[in-house]
């Protein structure tokens, strides 16, 4: 194995880190997903069991990322190589692929963002107040929703480009000064309309129908599933980002306080969001479950975007709403490009080389998204998924590797929080893996009678296990073909000790 | 009974999360001495 080199970033402090991960961790899964899966799976219930997935999957998951990072100083796919062998690079860069794929359809959302925030502050809510639904849906399907969408890809390309100019600054300068400004921002923003929220008529209907508990529920696999997907795509666990961002933890940083912070400050973020949303719909909605079922989409920029503008203090509102979704937005963003550029920067390239070339192959991925909902859709699905995947290979990375001697090498001498048992419920991963990835498997199959094995056009077979198969293969074999190269290259650690 | 589940679920979300940044600032002051 060749020489690591030495030499790199850290953060300024732990409260740095703090909101960084915090800010990877909240996104829109926390303010649009969350506030609809509570709608779909009957309240109550469905909180109380993501209570329980925070500790039995993102925590340990957490955990097994940031001492991955903070034990090789190297991104996921130089981890692996150092970790488990050069063999295993491959597996290590595909679970960064993963994620760099996800942020490339990631970031038109961002774009979409942007575009309303314009929107509400060039007086577009007072159109609203005349037109209705009827014209949030024309301005939204003229908009994003027919291909080809330019202007949402321009609007796609201006956020790339915010988030390679924070990128391109460095740890200190731009990822952790941003997230110290976002982070408290979107907590206070939700807070903020939380208050006015709830001072609406009827707005105790939204925080009854979101914490009445229905016994029944607990025995649903259904809403236990959704419920460990929710902590799954709503925290981070096992995304890959959390152990790009401890390659530049201090030493003596405490991994399983910050993965518990985390998870709760991310679980915290998505009950705000679900007060806020919720009661508002039930408070001006005239039917509220048809608005909560209206697609991540329909819910924010059509049928959100019209209750704000038949509000008193809507503005205000809609403006609160959509620049703390942009900040929840950007903050994940920034991860996603930042686990890109720290793969690169292990390979030897320059902060401002690799940042060019991952905001490149955004642009060009990304496009195809942007432009074509379908597309979109269908990324969404194939990555989404892919997801859970990059959360098995962390597990069975630490198993590989040994539980007990993480826990004894680099968990326990760090931490003030001795709960061992948060850390070695990481065994059963692949249990809740095989019941929560088939289930969605499983699913896909079901919406595609007879066609499930297709994928082509990308848009006709957006959902089906055919595409997600082929595409995961397809990265895949590339991966396996280059891993000699890359584990050749993969040599320039961020050492700090 | 919703009440009360609301109040569990912010007493444990917000106290958690409370908690933890607490002794995350706790362990900040002692390091700075």
Known sequence: MAEIKQGGDQFASRWGLIATVLGMAVGTGNIWRFPREVASNNGGAFILICFLALFFWAVPLICAESVFGKKTRMANAGAFKVLLGEKWTWVGAWCAMVCVMLGCYYVVVLGWVMKYLSLIFTGFLTQVQAGGTDLTSEVWKNFAMTPPAVEAWVWFVAAVLIAAAIIVRGVQGGIETANKIMIPAVFILLAILLVRVIMLPGAWKGLEYMYHVELVDFTRPSVWLAAFTQAAWSSGAGWGMFHVYFVYAAKDEDIMLNAFTATFGDMVAAMLAGMVVLPAVFALAPDPMAVMKSGANGLTFVNLTNLFAHTTGGFVMAALFFVALFSAALSSVIAMVELGCRNLMDMGFSRPKATGLVTAFFLIVGTWSALDNGIFENQDMVWGVALLMVGLFYSIAAMKYGVEKLWKEDIAPCSDMHVKWMWTVIKFFPVEFALVWGWWFYQSMTWYPGEWFKFWPLQKYAYTPGSMVVEWTLLAVILFVLNGAMAKKLVHANKLD | ?33
Request: contains cysteine; aromatic residues 12%.
């Open chain 2, 1 to 33: 009974m919703w009440q009360l589940n609301m109040v569990v679920c912010i007493a444990v979300g917000f106290g958690a999360f409370g908690w933890a940044l607490k002794r995350t600032m706790d362990a900040e002051k002692k390091k700075k001495g």
